[in-house]
């Protein structure tokens, strides 16, 4: 039986949402994803770069597609940071702890078979991409959402893009390398299990409180970004990959919001406070503008098309 609550009544989410925490980390548990990195990687392909500096022309790939995967595997070496601001809400003993756990032990492989699989197949250059890291990592920006249904949101939809830029970016990979294909693959298939721990969670927590769940996703699709602050030069890469059709405002709106949105099913959302109501129409507005500059962007690169 559901039993309805007044609007604006006041709800302890956090508190609420643990035995759906419990029946997601528990469904996630059930269906492991058992890959090991080193057998990932085809060893014997590596060569020294004392004995032979990396050239561009090593593997010959279009800047897009470079920046691509220098940007994807400088978040993931950002893991520690994301993980403390999964903390930032998971109070003592509650099972969103053992969450982020298991979370972080799977994030964690991701920078780890990449780099390999970079060093041996000499796809980017692996200065840049260290001190890339160093400069990151002694930041330790990464965005930290206000509130728990906040976080949700957020992380509902980075986990999503995550998915769609890993498995763009190696579609974009030259075939015959079936060893970062297959990588990127393993990666993007992670992310789809996670993108399906936080988008279900998410949608048990609009049960639960729909109002604060809608005021948090408007906050959160107005102003997220993809991951990379504190990448040098990350506008730079983020217009080059957008270019190149790996990840941009059109993945942005057609393969991660519109289809969260959907599933949430937002526009039949009940009970909701004053507030929340004023969300949701300032919602349908920032998605017309979104879909608006998506069009105004496929037409004009259908112009340089027509052009070329
Ligand atoms: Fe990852
Ligand atoms: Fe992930």
């Not at 940071?81 to 492989?109: G, K």
């Not at 206000?146 to 999503?160: G, K, M, N």
Request: glycine share 4%; hydrophobic share 40%.
């Amino acid at each position: 039986m559901v039993v309805k609550r007044a609007a604006g009544s006041r709800v302890d989410l956090v508190e609420e949402i643990k035995p759906d925490v419990e029946r997601l980390l528990n469904r996630h548990l059930e269906a492991p994803r058992l890959w090991y990195p080193h057998e990932q990687i085809e060893w014997g392909r590596g060569e020294s770069f004392a004995d032979r500096p990396w050239s561009p022309s090593d593997y010959p790939l279009p800047d897009g597609v470079r920046s691509s995967i220098y940007v994807n595997l400088l978040t993931e070496d950002n893991l520690p940071y994301y993980t403390c601001s999964l903390f930032d809400h998971a109070p003592a003993d509650h099972p969103i702890r053992d969450w982020n756990h298991q979370w972080t032990m799977e994030e964690n492989r991701h920078s780890m078979v990449m780099r390999d699989w970079v060093h041996v197949s000499r796809c980017i250059d692996p200065t840049l991409l260290e001190d890339g890291r160093r400069v990151q990592m002694r930041k330790g920006e990464v965005p930290h959402p206000p509130t728990f249904a906040d976080l949700i949101c957020y992380v509902s939809f980075q986990e999503r893009a995550t998915q769609i830029a890993h498995r763009n970016t190696g579609a974009h990979l030259p075939k015959d390398d079936r060893m970062g294909r297959n990588i990127l693959a393993l990666i993007a298939g992670d992310e789809t299990k996670h993108y399906l721990f936080y988008r279900d969670l998410a949608q048990a927590a609009f049960v639960i409180d729909p109002s604060a769940m809608m005021i948090a996703t408007l906050r959160q699709i107005s102003g997220f970004a993809m991951p990379g602050t504190g990448i040098p030069n990350f506008t730079r890469h983020a217009v080059r990959i957008a270019r190149e059709g790996i990840y941009g405002l059109s993945q942005y709106v057609r393969d991660v919001v519109n289809p969260v949105l959907a599933l949430w099913d937002v526009s039949h959302l009940e009970d909701l406070s004053a507030d929340a109501e004023h969300a949701r129409t300032e919602l349908a507005e920032v998605m017309a503008r979104l879909a608006a500059s998506v069009e105004r962007l496929s037409q004009r690169s259908a112009g340089s098309v027509a052009l070329a």
